[in-house]
C-alpha cells in the first residue's frame, strides 16, 4: 500500500523556519521523481520544488527561490523540505508528491498534507 505522510507543518512567524518531511512506502522510492506542491484557500495548486530521481537536479518555483530547499534521502524514503525566511504569502497546504517511476511516470502519488501557517 502506497502511503505518504508529511509532517513539520505548523504557525511559524514572517521571518521563520520550518522544516517539512515526508516519509514515504509502498512503492521504489529512489525511481520516483518527488515533488512539494502548496495550496493556498481559494488558489490553484503550486509547484513548489521539485527533486529528480534521474540525475538527482532540484528546480523550484520562482516564488521560493533562494529561501527553501528540497532534498531526499533515498535509503530512509525520505523526502525534506527546509523553508527559510518564510513570509506570510507562503501560508498553505503543503504536500508530498511521487511522480513515476522514472521513464515511464504513469504513477501520481499524493500526501493528505500538512498546514503551515506564516503570521505575527
Known amino acids: 500500500q502506497v502511503q505518504l505522510a508529511e509532517s513539520g507543518g505548523g504557525l511559524v512567524q514572517p521571518g521563520g523556519s520550518l522544516r517539512l518531511s515526508c516519509e514515504a512506502s509502498?512503492?521504489?522510492?529512489?525511481?520516483?521523481?518527488m515533488k512539494w506542491y502548496r495550496q493556498a484557500p481559494g488558489k490553484e495548486r503550486e509547484l513548489v520544488a521539485v527533486?529528480?530521481?534521474?540525475?538527482?537536479?532540484?528546480t523550484y518555483g520562482n516564488s521560493v527561490k533562494g529561501r527553501f530547499t528540497i532534498s531526499r534521502d533515498n535509503a530512509k524514503n525520505m523526502l525534506y523540505l527546509q523553508m527559510n525566511n518564510l513570509k506570510p504569502e507562503d501560508t498553505a497546504v503543503y504536500y508530498c508528491?511521487?511522480?513515476?517511476?522514472?521513464?515511464?511516470?504513469?504513477?501520481?502519488?499524493w500526501g493528505q498534507g500538512t498546514q503551515v501557517t506564516v503570521s505575527s
Open positions: 508528491n511521487a511522480n513515476g517511476p522514472v521513464g515511464v511516470y504513469d504513477k501520481d502519488y
Open positions: 509502498g512503492f521504489t522510492f529512489s525511481s520516483y521523481a
Open positions: 527533486f529528480t530521481s534521474r540525475g538527482y537536479r532540484t
